[in-house]
């Protein structure tokens, strides 16, 4: 295996009463990459397409995340033979910026191509310890909700980050995401300004009483368990006073059958959840002509759950 | 069926990482009680043996539960034909003011008694409806998180208050309890004002991961992710504080193998989770010694988790 050509999806960060825990894979909106091994050591970004983003390996997320695994390679000399380095070209579709996890998708896709160019010496957690670095540079902090469900697909909770434990919960079959990006831009200092040190006790009850009717959800397949855990109660209302439209995106969403509507990671982009594909295309409409009447540009995307997370498309 | 005499359980609330939310039934601790129909109106406390309490209905647990029932039914003729009222006797094990749903025994028992002796015109969303407003007497706020293991039986988690939602959530089979209660009075109005109206944000975090793990834990039978999960930031932090050798109970607890160590309730008993009853048994006595260097008494219980909730002990 020389070469790995890989589908690095999108992914939802802080789904409502999830705030820093829950994830999920998206399966329709992602970048593609491909990575090749190099007689030459280390990690060279050689392509990027799509968007404006830095080459030197150790200012991008990809490149950090792939010279973290390649350090622990070093300090490891048993898990693989292979003495040469990789290149890595980026087919960029998510913006940075969008709320839809771009840094991740890149961090991630990075270090699990070359764990399958090297015949998968690290577990999957051991990659998200690696895209974490990315995350890193991106945002200032390793923060792990996004690269989480690219690598293990499907919904995922961080349950403690150091040490880091993910879990991986079921998924609803039917389970539709409709995501509209309006095309604004956000400060992440913006987006963590707003946030409160503090929050009330009886707030934190609400929100944690929706974390486990949320996980239980998605054990017993109740979609309207999962529709009533949807609800934010600690960050959505500072945060969504940023996002332009955002209560009548959500009414809008909610009228229209959503079973539930949030902020995607720290926004801009809104999420919504439904159960089967039409309601999920009906919603797309109804958000991107609220936009349209605003003169913001707005993207918008349906998106399964993806089980599998990252995807190989070919193999050289 | 003229009377019927039950089993009315002990349960643990406030577990852990659920303040307010989460909580459990037992099976070897719990009162007994007989209610009888009786061609007399309305509800006859007529005898209370083992505690104390009060006998007027309107002033006892278990009587203003029973009366909530009978007001629901008297506003919907249709759900009985039953004209007459009800004697109730409590044959009471379970201490007020121990942590482990003393009242909540009384008032749950009292509900599904007269439920079962009216063929079941309510459902047990219903009966923990009526249980809180015997709750709301002994606590000042109509709590449900221990009527609603006592009356669903194994774990509970309390989704939402108003309305009232309650979520039966898969139990381990191998999980045993075991029960500290130092015989030591700690004042409700103390037990609250410990508790900070607010919380840090990062503190709330760690909280809602631990419920979603939790949750996911007794879903896929996995003791290791309970144990980890088994973790109060909140409200632990501060409340041990009023009970002595907390700490170290904790400490030994875990030490013996314990899979997580918290307050029942609001105290003063302490709860552990084991894996299999050999453990919870050594726990138990290890614990009892701690008391007894200290001059406190202390009674101690090892308990399976109760899968049914109250039981029917004879039917006449």
New interface residues.
């Given amino acids: 295996m020389k070469e790995i050509k890989i589908f690095a999806p999108a992914t939802i960060a802080n789904i409502s009463?999830?705030?820093?825990?829950?994830g999920c894979c998206l399966d329709t909106i992602g970048d593609e990459m491909i990575i090749r091994k190099s007689p030459e050591k280390g990690i060279k970004i050689t392509k990027i397409v799509g968007m404006d983003l830095p080459y030197e390996a150790n200012n991008n997320v990809a490149g950090v995340a792939a010279l973290a695994l390649l350090d622990k390679l070093a300090s490891n000399k048993e898990l693989t033979n292979y003495q040469g380095g990789f290149e890595i070209e980026i087919y960029k579709n998510i913006k940075p910026g969008s709320g839809i996890g771009s840094s991740a998708a890149s961090a991630a896709g990075a270090v699990f191509a070359i764990n399958e160019l090297l015949d998968k010496p690290f577990s999957k957690l051991e990659l998200v310890e690696f895209a974490r670095k990315g995350e890193e540079l991106a945002c200032g902090s390793p923060i792990a909700d996004n690269v989480a469900p690219a690598i293990f697909g499907g919904f995922t909770?961080?349950?403690?980050t150091a040490p880091l434990?993910i879990?991986q919960?079921p998924t609803l079959k039917d389970l539709y995401a409709t995501i509209i990006h309006p095309q604004i831009e956000i400060k992440t200092a913006d987006s963590r300004a707003v946030?409160?040190?503090?929050?009330?006790?009886k707030d934190?009850?609400?929100?944690?009483?929706?974390?486990?009717?949320?996980?239980?959800a998605l054990?017993t397949e109740d979609y309207e368990?999962l529709s009533?855990?949807l609800k934010d109660y600690?960050v959505e209302p500072h945060r969504s006073k940023l996002i332009p439209e955002f209560d009548k995106i959500k009414k809008t969403a909610l009228k229209e059958g959503a079973l539930g509507c949030g902020i995607s990671g720290s926004g801009p982009s809104i999420f919504t959840f439904s159960k089967g594909i039409q309601i999920a295309e009906i919603i797309s409409d109804k958000l991107s002509l609220i936009f349209k009447n605003t003169h913001i540009e707005s993207h918008h995307y349906v998106s399964k759950i993806n089980t599998q997370g990252i995807k190989i498309i070919s193999i050289q």
Same sequence: chains 1, 2.
């Fill in positions: 009463c999830g705030f820093d825990v829950l909770l961080v349950r403690s434990e879990l919960l946030l409160p040190d503090k929050i009330p006790l934190g009850v609400k929100q944690w009483a929706n974390v486990g009717a949320f996980v239980h054990h368990l009533n855990s600690i």
